[in-house]
């Protein structure tokens, strides 16, 4: 049994609202909250200071690559959770497209069981067809008996409108959300960044904005079809926010994220060749990055998502055309979300809005409220820090924020009433 | 000059500075012994991860007749082969000792990430994917000064494939630095998706833009990286942007024509146009020589 907390001095943030509160912890649920409940707290309880901080429910990510099974160099389900837990995260949603994939019962319960040990719950999304090959339905009915709620062929779209047609149908009896990285593979061709002015100066092949609007555009079309219950990952251009806000407007039940990335990086940033800001889908112009803001902003875009995507050195530091995409994400998402959004706003796409689409809430996400999971997180929002990459707790390195100094910090992570970060420091 | 990555590391003063050196140099090909002591004790190596014959051999040519020491790398015939990468290929070269690195690479960018990984050695861009070839430009511009006198105010057309080339990435930057004004003329799946900050023109009718132009630089189509597709039928692309001796007629008194080889003779180029006396194919290739001396020389000898 996990010793008692007490979480003095911090105001809460929660979808409820604002105010100052401490907040009791014991045996894994919040025993009280309130201006004056430290009467409340059991007489060992250990006592965290929380004061100038942001107590709110612990943050839960749709898309992480923690790389387990069978790329154990780059990240493991432990070492991702270990990021997870300092990002401030209770939980995050293990993408399915390991090494086997986690297109089958066996695999998913690899990966559950291997988070079990990781400080952060791990959720699993499943694969919407075997080996991610586009082609066969897998077993989603057998996946979800396991808990899957989210089912995904990331990486790649299904790229087959027929295929995702069926899975859409298929998967609205079950009950669980498809979610889909959208990109005509034809149309992205062997594109190495964004397609436009700095990949035509540089001579890199380029994916068109285009690659991706127009699996947008067709997969709105299926969710009007089907009414199936769609998820976007990782949107990236204008003209995905405005399809989305169109498919809100009519009521289809679609949700779309944006990774940190998306929101303060450009294509300029590849100027010097470096792999490190190769990412799928690509960094895209200014523009992208103001609508997307805007999408946030205004509800369009449910979830910031990290697209956490750790590559062992050996394996990026190649030729940029060569390098795999992907960038680090679970231990700066937060502070990066706060330098484009208010804490609420920020809060919300990171904590209670991606715990209900990952199918997480109340347990994660939930109001700060007695009788509730202990998952939260304490916040210092002023605290600046540096990004070194060397100090990641990933096993990879490759953040875009190397020599960034970020404003927000997390303080203390507790997951179903651990204190699993303390004081900025993991505790195991 | 630190390394040679692009034309743009080069700005017009640097430009002139090297077809001034290349001047000095050019003479040294016409002398019963054709080497210089100038770089003796130095030692080059040209690293080629992309088959290429004219450029490497032009290159070992010029570090030869400087009295370099030249070591010849590609990646056909190493471990390379084996799986090393590119980084470790690098750093296990330079460990020998190596002055300088010319580097070719079919992917974009690998001169300029061989810069970052180096410690002490210059690096050349042999050519980069689509990105640059500024050698090609340097020696482009250098025949044609030693044609016209002078590179300002020309009229320059580039014609052809410049989505997938790194020629004229670099001819563009090149010719526009040195104050020539520069026409793309090409089917427009051949353009690049987007031409925000390109000093140019762009033109579709051959026909119309010749009579005005002091110099043709012709592109080679490269059928091999699948530009094929981005055109109806080679045919076709003859027809429209091939410069076919009706199209040579077209051409003002005095105007040059030149072309980066390897040519597709009956494609770009009619075989009959490829040699008129305009055409300065083969005097590209000899300038080559004396424009990459230049360019090591400045690079590893300072001053002259």
New interface residues.
Partial sequence: MSRALLLRGAEVVDAAGRRRADVVVADGVVRAVGPDVAGAAPARARVLDASGCVLAPGLVDLHAHLRQPGAEESETVETGGRAAALGGYSAVVAMPNTDPPVDCAAVAREVLALGKRSPVEVAVAGAITVGRAGERLAPMGELAALGVRLFTDDGAGVQDGAVMRRALDYARGLGVTLAQHCEDARLAGQGAMH???W????????V?AAAEEAMVARDVALARLTGGRLHFLHLSTAGSVELVRRAKAEGLLVTAEVAPHHLVLTDAACA???PTFKVSPPLREDEDLVRLRAGLEDGTIDAIATDHAPHAP?AK??????APPGMLGLETALAVALSVLGLERALACLSWRPAAIAGLAPRHGGPVAEGAEANLCVIDPSATWTVDPARLASRSRNTPYAGWTLTGRVRHTIVAGDAVVVDGELVR | MTHLLSIADLGREGIEEVLRVAEAFAEVGSRPVRKVPTLRGRAIATLFFEDSTRTRLSFETAAKRLSADVLSFSAASSSVKKGESVRDTVETIEAMGMDALVVRHASAGVPVQVSRWVKRCKVVNGGDGWHEHPTQALLDCFTVCQARGAIGGLRVLVVGDVRHSRVARSQVLAYSALGASVTLVAPSSLLPPSLEGWPVEVADDLDAALPEADVVSLLRLQAERGSGAFVPSLREYTARYGLTARRAALLAPGALVTHPGPMIRGVEIASDVADLPQALVTRQVANGVAVRMAVLFLLLGGAM
């Avoid at chain 1, 990949?199 to 380029?206: A, D, I, V």
């Fill in positions: 397609e436009g002015a990949s035509s100066r540089l001579g890199l092949p380029g068109p010097g060749y470096d050996e530091d190649l030729p940029f055309d060569e």
